[in-house]
Nanobody
Framework: QVQLVESGGGLVQAGGALRLSCAAS????????MGWFRQAPGKEREFVAR????????DYADSVKGRFTISRDNAKSTVYLQMNSLKPEDTAVYYC???????????????WGQGTQVTVSS
């Protein structure tokens, strides 16, 4: 069965850092582009970052560029999101997702995790 399990969320103060992990199983991990999305209460799910199949290409939302880093370890079937210099506006549930397409559109992603809460206090 396909499964994506996020971990690493928590409560941090502004300026702090968190490292999110997403462990994948049930599909051929290296054949999928991996993405991170986030959703705050009352808002639409938004793209945060993506990483290509082999990890050589990355894209970031302008709001996180320079602060967040996405990476993947295909041997471990795991994708990571290193979040530095966190801001209160980064507060959201963070989701990892997988797609066979080169895309940042949520509807194009095939598999989703259940999310991990990130809360950044002032």
């Amino acid at each position: 069965q396909v499964q994506l399990v996020e971990s690493g969320g928590g409560l941090v103060q502004a300026g702090g850092a968190l490292r999110l992990s997403c462990a994948a199983s049930g599909f051929t991990f290296r054949d999928y582009l991996m993405g991170w999305f986030r959703q705050a209460p009352g808002k639409e799910r938004e793209f945060v970052a993506r990483i290509s199949w082999g990890g050589s290409s990355t894209d970031y939302a302008d709001s996180v560029k320079g602060r967040f880093t996405i990476s993947r370890d295909n041997a471990k079937s795991t994708v990571y999101l290193q979040m530095n210099s966190l801001k209160p506006e980064d507060t959201a549930v963070y989701y990892c997702a997988a797609t066979v397409r080169r895309t940042t559109i949520p509807s194009d992603y095939n598999f989703w995790g259940q999310g991990t809460q990130v809360t950044v206090s002032s």
